[in-house]
C-alpha cells in the first residue's frame, strides 16, 4: 500500500509571493490534515479536511488556505508569502472515522524556504 | 487546554544503554497518545499509540504506558542502537477532534557506537 505523498519535495520562493503544496493519501483514507514544522515553533496543526470539506482549523492566518478534491487528493495555498512561513509543511491522512481512535499518517514533506 | 511537555534533548547515550524519554500531558477528556519518531530529512512515523488508561503501547522493543493518574506515556527502550537516532515527538489527540494532533517539543536522540 502506497504511503502519503506530497509534491514538491523542496520549494524556493521570495516574499509576496504564493505557493501551493499538494498531498495525496494513502487509498481509501478520506482525511487530509497539514502540519507546519519550525524550529521555533515546533509543529503546529493548520487544518483538516474531510470529504472535500473543511473540519478542524488551527490558529493561523487567513493567508494560509486548502482544498480537497473529490479524490481526497489535498492541496494548500499560502498567499503572500513572508520570511517566518519557512517552514516543513507535512501533511497526514487517517481513515477520518468520528468516535474511534484515528491514526494518522505522515508523508515526508515539502520544505519551503522564503527568501 | 491541550499541551503535551517532554524532556529537553538532546539526549546522547552509548549503544546498549537503556533509554527513557519522559513526556506528560495536560488534557480534558481521555485523549489518545502517540510518539512519532522522525528520522534526518524525513517526515513523521508513528512508532506506538495507547488509546486508554493503562494501554501499553509497543513497536520496535519501544514501549510506553498510559498513566492517566500521573498524566504521563514516556518512552522507554532496554537496549538503542545506533539506528535509534532520530528525533521523538510526544503526542495527544483529543477525543473530540482526533485529526487535530497536539505535539511536543521533540527530543532528539544520538546513539554512539
Known amino acids: 500500500k502506497a504511503g502519503v505523498t506530497q509534491t514538491p519535495r523542496y520549494l524556493i520562493k521570495t516574499r509576496g509571493q504564493q505557493v501551493t503544496l499538494s498531498c495525496s493519501p494513502i487509498s481509501g483514507h478520506r482525511s487530509v490534515s497539514w502540519y507546519q514544522q519550525t524550529p521555533g515553533q515546533g509543529l503546529q496543526f493548520l487544518f483538516e479536511?474531510?470529504?472535500?470539506?473543511?473540519?478542524n482549523k488551527g490558529n493561523f492566518p487567513g493567508r494560509f488556505s486548502g482544498r480537497q478534491f473529490s479524490n481526497s487528493r489535498s492541496e494548500m495555498n499560502v498567499s503572500t508569502l513572508e520570511l517566518g512561513d519557512s517552514a516543513l509543511y507535512l501533511c497526514?491522512?487517517?481513515?477520518?472515522?468520528?468516535?474511534?481512535?484515528?491514526?494518522?499518517?505522515f508523508g515526508p514533506g515539502t520544505r519551503l524556504t522564503v527568501l | 487546554g491541550n499541551s503535551v511537555t517532554q524532556m529537553e534533548g538532546p539526549v546522547t547515550l552509548s549503544e546498549e544503554a537503556f533509554l527513557t524519554i519522559n513526556c506528560t500531558y495536560t488534557a480534558t477528556g481521555y485523549p489518545s497518545l502517540f510518539w512519532y519518531v522522525q528520522y534526518p530529512g524525513e517526515g513523521l512515523q508513528l512508532l506506538l499509540k495507547?488509546?486508554?488508561?493503562?494501554d501499553k503501547g509497543s513497536n520496535k522493543g519501544f514501549e510506553a504506558t498510559y498513566r492517566k493518574e500521573t498524566t504521563s506515556f514516556h518512552l522507554e527502550k532496554g537496549s538503542v542502537q545506533v539506528s535509534d537516532s532520530a528525533v521523538y515527538f510526544c503526542?495527544?489527540?483529543?477525543?473530540?477532534?482526533?485529526?487535530?494532533?497536539?505535539f511536543g517539543s521533540g527530543t532528539r536522540l544520538s546513539i554512539r557506537p
Open positions: 497526514a491522512s487517517s481513515k477520518g472515522l468520528a468516535g474511534e481512535s484515528d491514526t494518522q499518517y
Open positions: 479536511y474531510f470529504s472535500e470539506t473543511q473540519r
Open positions: 503526542a495527544l489527540s483529543p477525543r473530540s477532534s482526533a485529526s487535530k494532533i497536539i
Open positions: 495507547a488509546t486508554k488508561a493503562d
